[in-house]
């Protein structure tokens, strides 16, 4: 609830700020501020010191799981705003204004970790997609950004009609919100009220799979993610998708018992085609921007992998990959965002003209590609793990393995054109220690290569 209260506020209060304060640089400076009390406040109810009380009447529940995912989720966003802070001014004469948009989506970050309850699912999804809408046309003046505004404005509203009407199906085949387990007949292996309930639960899943862009309601993503101010994008392609995995997994932690043997055939359909899709065409791209956005949709089927079923460490799994994949992300887009293209012969001979930027760039990429010494290492042979002990067949664990080569391929390219081709970078000006703050993101990741229990500990303190 802390964290609820506390999001909110900060919100209204950087709206305040965009009217009363010129300097953006103190505009960013009250953000970040506001993140660390965020921050503070959210790890206070953690440890059960100065917890705000008061009665959900069962909608919200709050686990130690659900904060600290919370906590994690809200230091990446004091990284991405600490890092693209500058970029983000250039977008608009009073940036305070998206630093607020940014405190009412990690509100509902914190309605998606902790809700217990339907209605609140979708007003947590709600609260964290109608800012996003915003965000992506925030360059007004670009007709790309005002399309991928209109079609995620469109999806996004079409997938969430689709959420109702299964949440209407589920309550009219249980006369209740609340996430209770299903009641399974142990001769049949089938949930009571089985038409109803199935038939919610399938559009529930359905609508899910649109808001983690998995295949095949993936298509809204490449011209979304493209056409959105490429700082939003890596907002959008991380925190944003962490929390919807996470509320995705509460969801069907328990419920996917209702489907029966039906739900390993539809989960393996949805994985498989993920990662087909979001693989093969990022092979195919020229713009680098375009890559990273089937890239996002190839590690979505990797996340997808957790709700196998819960075992001992299918938590552990999907927080280490939302955050190595989320600190990755932010890393390789704030360097895209300094090149004056998309391409990929923008980074032709980087090495040479700015060594440390090639460095942690190729520091990101082989985190996102799963080589080892790199936390993407971790976090992808967590996930496997947890595959393995959910029961899945080992074909599904070598088809993963093999998909995960194949990325290797597109993100390489970006290496080889740093370090082998041959030509000028298109890199632009760079801010003042911009190198040295990325430097910090990839000794993160390395460092969570050789030690991923130093964010997995945590989780049961």
Request: hydrophobic share 55%; no cysteine; net charge positive.
């Given at each position: 609830m802390n964290a609820i209260i506390v999001s909110t506020l900060l919100g209204v209060i950087m709206m305040f700020c965009s009217?009363?304060?010129?300097?953006?640089?103190?505009?960013?400076?009250?953000?970040?501020?506001?993140?660390?009390?965020?921050?503070?406040?959210?790890?206070?109810?953690?440890n059960g010191w100065l917890v705000i009380n008061y009665d959900t009447k069962g909608m919200l529940k709050f686990n130690q799981f659900?904060?600290?995912?919370?906590?994690?989720?809200?230091?990446?966003?004091?990284?991405?705003?600490?890092?693209?802070?500058?970029?983000?001014?250039?977008?608009?004469?009073?940036?305070a204004d998206f630093y607020s948009l940014f405190f009412f989506i990690l509100c509902g970050v914190s309605v998606l970790t902790s809700f217990d309850n339907?209605?609140?699912?979708?007003?947590?999804?709600?609260?964290?997609?109608?800012?996003?809408?915003?965000?992506?046309?925030?360059?007004?003046?670009?007709?790309?950004?005002?399309?991928?505004?209109?079609?995620?404005?469109?999806?996004?509203?079409?997938?969430?009609?689709?959420?109702?009407?299964?949440?209407?199906?589920?309550?009219?085949a249980t006369g209740t919100f609340l996430m209770a387990d299903p009641v399974v007949n142990k001769v049949t292996g089938m949930a009571q009220e089985q038409v109803m309930l199935s038939a919610g639960l399938i559009l529930l899943f359905a609508a899910?799979?649109?808001?983690?862009?998995?295949?095949?309601?993936?298509?809204?993503?490449?011209?979304?993610?493209?056409?959105?101010?490429?700082?939003?994008?890596?907002?959008?392609?991380?925190?944003?998708?962490?929390?919807?995995?996470?509320?995705?997994?509460?969801?069907?932690?328990?419920?996917?018992?209702?489907?029966?043997?039906?739900?390993?055939?539809l989960l393996t359909f949805v994985i498989l085609a993920t990662l087909l899709v979001g693989n093969i065409i990022a092979v195919f791209q020229r713009s680098v921007k375009r890559m990273l956005a089937y890239s996002s949709i190839a590690q979505a089927g990797f996340m997808l992998f957790a709700l196998y079923?819960?075992?001992?460490?299918?938590?552990?799994?999907?927080?280490?990959?939302?955050?190595?994949?989320?600190?990755?992300?932010?890393?390789?887009?704030?360097?895209?965002?300094?090149?004056?293209?998309?391409?990929?012969e923008s980074f032709n001979g980087l090495s040479?003209?700015?060594?440390?930027?090639?460095?942690?760039?190729?520091?990101?990429?082989?985190?996102?590609?799963?080589i080892p010494l790199t936390g993407g290492f971790f976090a992808k042979y967590?996930?496997?793990?947890?595959?393995?002990?959910?029961?899945?067949g080992l074909w599904l664990v070598m088809v993963a393995v093999v998909f995960a080569a194949i990325s290797i391929y597109y993100y390489f390219k970006i290496v080889q054109a740093m370090y082998f081709a041959t030509g000028e970078s298109a890199l632009g000006a760079?801010?003042?220690?911009?190198?040295?703050?990325?430097?910090?993101?990839?000794?993160?990741?390395?460092?969570?290569?050789?030690?991923?229990?130093l964010l997995l500990n945590y989780l049961y303190f």
């Open positions: 009217w009363g304060i010129k300097s953006n640089q103190v505009q960013k400076n009250i953000a970040l501020i506001g993140l660390l009390i965020l921050i503070v406040a959210n790890v206070a109810q953690l659900g904060l600290y995912t919370n906590t994690l989720l809200f230091a990446l966003t004091f990284i991405y705003v600490w890092i693209n802070g500058e970029e983000i001014s250039k977008l608009s004469n009073t940036p339907l209605l609140m699912l979708f007003i947590g999804i709600e609260i964290l997609s109608i800012p996003l809408y915003i965000l992506t046309g925030a360059d007004k003046k670009n007709m790309f950004s005002n399309e991928a505004a209109l079609k995620y404005f469109l999806m996004g509203s079409f997938s969430t009609g689709i959420l109702l009407l299964g949440i209407t199906f589920i309550y009219g899910m799979n649109f808001k983690v862009s998995a295949a095949p309601f993936h298509f809204w993503t490449p011209d979304v993610y493209d056409g959105a101010p490429t700082v939003f994008t890596s907002f959008m392609a991380t925190i944003a998708k962490a929390a919807a995995f996470v509320a995705f997994i509460n969801v069907f932690g328990s419920q996917y018992k209702a489907l029966a043997y039906s739900w390993t055939i079923g819960k075992t001992d460490i299918t938590n552990e799994a999907i927080l280490l990959y939302a955050v190595v994949y989320s600190i990755a992300t932010i890393g390789i887009f704030a360097v895209l965002i300094k090149m004056k293209e998309n391409s990929f040479k003209a700015h060594p440390l930027l090639a460095f942690v760039t190729t520091v990101f990429l082989f985190s996102l590609a799963g967590y996930m496997l793990s947890a595959l393995v002990k959910a029961g899945a760079l801010p003042k220690n911009y190198a040295y703050k990325l430097l910090a993101l990839a000794i993160l990741l390395l460092v969570l290569g050789v030690f991923p229990n």
